[in-house]
């Protein structure tokens, strides 16, 4: 069961969906320096610092291992990640997702795979 932040309902609003292509290359390629990207997005669209010390700033949060969002996604942009798993690495029997609620303070969108 994944429970999903909604990009458009966090503070993740600002920044820009993940593109599949980026989450492919995370999947068959980790890459350090790709992660570091995602500090630097933080750092500047989310908890934003001056410019000169975003780098260092950023660089300190991954050394450091703070707990933030590597990838956003909308409900229908995670829809199109779990189609690409199902096809490209097949492990899901069934999928059962749900957009979340409409509630003012929900921020979550949900999906069941079963195996």
């Known amino acids: 069961m994944l429970v999903v932040p909604d990009k458009l309902r966090t503070f993740d609003r600002g920044r820009p969906i993940t593109p599949l292509d980026h989450l492919v290359a995370d999947f068959k390629n980790p890459?350090?320096?790709r992660d570091l990207e995602h500090f630097r997005e933080w750092r500047t669209l989310v908890v934003p610092v001056p410019p000169e010390l975003r780098e260092s700033v950023a660089?300190?949060?991954q050394r450091e291992g703070h707990d933030i969002h590597y990838h956003v996604w909308t409900y229908e942009s995670f829809r199109?990640?779990?189609a690409w798993t199902g096809v490209n690495i097949p492990r899901w029997d069934a999928i059962w997702s749900h957009p979340g609620s409409t509630a003012e303070d929900a921020n979550e969108f949900y999906f069941v795979l079963k195996k």
């Open 80 to 82: 199109v990640m779990i």
């Open 59 to 61: 660089a300190q949060d």
């Open 31 to 33: 890459d350090s320096q």
